[in-house]
């Protein structure tokens, strides 16, 4: 059993409305979960955002909290819905209508990691199921959503940024040919997750730094931008993937030799993102 859901490093003062979050960078694997899977130790990590919470480790030195997950992506989706329950995994589960990511084997449980590799040699029961969502899933999402309310309250808005990764082998063929490979794809489900306003300034935040941006091709956001997306209510929410290949060796699950070079070159980009929730009419509100 991990020791905690969740780790969040808060800074000195929230100065700003942007929340960060990392729910798939989470690396504590349970004994008794690496016994029950048929992967290694180092093939069950291949669906794991490795890193993404070093990548984004400076954010409280800029006035925003950096909730991270501490349980791995394989063990528990936090970008899932709850009831998101597997039924050819988890036995007992109830067939809903058809959900091409339970169908893939990806829902709250996954049934595999990257390239449908399986990762059980059995199922789980169903009672077994419900206590990983109450002990891990609950408690990180009662947070990220406290930490959202923190920021309506302070400053009448906030803002998600759901950080990720992707593989580079999923951004082959994107775009016209000769056009080149996103580094940064921002998902806000078509518009409906966040203002074009905070959009366009997140856009910018990246492009400014000198990073190719596409925007919901091919990922435009799953369970968590498309929950806590409410731009009509004031409370927005970005998912934003980072290509592996920028600074980590994918094969070998290590960091490469540019990850220096580009954690200080995300660290400028964190600080342009969290004065996104800086901005004039926030500060009003705020006094």
């Given at each position: 059993m991990l020791t905690s859901p969740y780790h969040l490093a808060l800074p000195l003062a929230r100065t700003t409305s942007v929340v960060f979050a990392s729910p798939h960078s989470g690396r504590d694997y349970p004994a008794?979960?690496?016994?029950?899977?048929?992967?290694d130790a180092h093939e069950i990590r291949s669906s794991e955002d490795a890193f993404v919470d070093l990548l984004f480790a400076p954010v409280p030195a800029h006035g925003a909290p950096l909730l991270t997950a501490t349980a791995p992506r394989a063990f528990l989706d936090l970008n899932r819905g709850p009831d998101e329950l597997d039924p050819a995994l988890v036995e007992g589960a109830r067939r809903n209508a058809h959900n091409p990511r339970i169908a893939s084997g990806l829902g709250v449980i996954p049934r595999v990691v990257a390239n449908g590799r399986q990762i059980?040699?059995?199922?789980?029961?169903?009672?077994?199921?419900?206590q990983r969502v109450k002990q891990y899933w609950r408690p990180y999402h009662d947070q990220l959503q406290m930490l959202l309310d923190q920021s309506i309250n302070a400053f009448g808005e906030a803002i998600l940024i759901d950080c990720h990764s992707m593989p580079h082998e999923a951004l082959e063929n994107m775009g016209p040919a000769g056009a080149g490979r996103p580094d940064i794809v921002l998902g806000d489900r078509f518009g409906a997750t966040v203002s074009g306003l905070v959009m366009d300034q997140v856009e910018a935040a990246?492009?400014?730094?000198?990073?190719?941006v596409a925007r919901n091709m091919p990922f435009a956001g799953a369970h968590i931008v498309q929950h806590y997306g409410r731009p009509s209510r004031g409370q927005h929410a970005v998912q934003v993937e980072i290509d592996r290949a920028l600074y980590m060796n994918e094969r070998t699950l290590e960091p490469s030799a540019q990850f220096a070079a580009f954690c200080e070159l995300l660290t400028g980009v964190i600080a342009r993102l969290a004065d996104i929730g800086r901005r004039q009419d926030l500060q009003v509100a705020a006094e």
């Open positions: 008794a979960f690496l016994r029950r899977s048929v992967l059980y040699r059995g199922k789980l029961t169903l009672v077994e199921a419900h990246f492009a400014d730094a000198g990073l190719k």
